[in-house]
């Protein structure tokens, strides 16, 4: 499957983004599906991740109660919405599909999206 993330930018502290994935290639509802981010001096961090059919969702203690995913797998596409948006929310944000489920390891995705850029300052 191949995925096209889109919607970061520039946002300022307490701002909020949503970000999108677009899938292509395979049936979406297929696979489990997740988000990602790298910063400088950073390894990868889980973000978030949603299960085949939407029903559970699972995030990093650093965003939870801030952002929210989900999908729509009529459209084959992945969202992020983020809000009360922090500096070192900084990032490369990248989704992720995998047969294995929704994990918070990254060697359980199969496919990656190319990454979209997240900026927070003021």
């Known amino acids: 499957v191949q995925l096209q993330a889109s919607g970061g930018g520039l946002v300022q502290p307490g701002g909020s983004l949503t970000l999108s994935c677009t899938a292509s290639?395979?049936?979406?509802?297929?696979?489990?599906v997740g988000w990602f981010r790298r910063s400088p001096g950073k390894g990868r961090e889980f973000v978030a991740s949603?299960?085949?059919?939407?029903?559970?969702?699972y995030y990093a203690d650093s965003v939870e109660g801030r952002f929210a995913v989900s999908r729509d797998n009529a459209a084959s596409t992945l969202y992020l919405e983020m809000s009360a948006l922090k500096p070192e929310d900084t990032a490369v944000y990248y989704c992720?599909?995998?047969?294995?489920?929704?994990?918070?390891?990254?060697?359980?995705?199969?496919?990656w999206g190319q990454g979209t850029q997240v900026t927070v300052s003021s």
């Open positions: 992720a599909a995998g047969s294995a489920g929704p994990a918070a390891d990254p060697n359980k995705y199969d496919f």
């Open positions: 949603v299960a085949r059919f939407g029903r559970n969702t």
């Open positions: 290639g395979r049936t979406f509802s297929d696979y489990a």
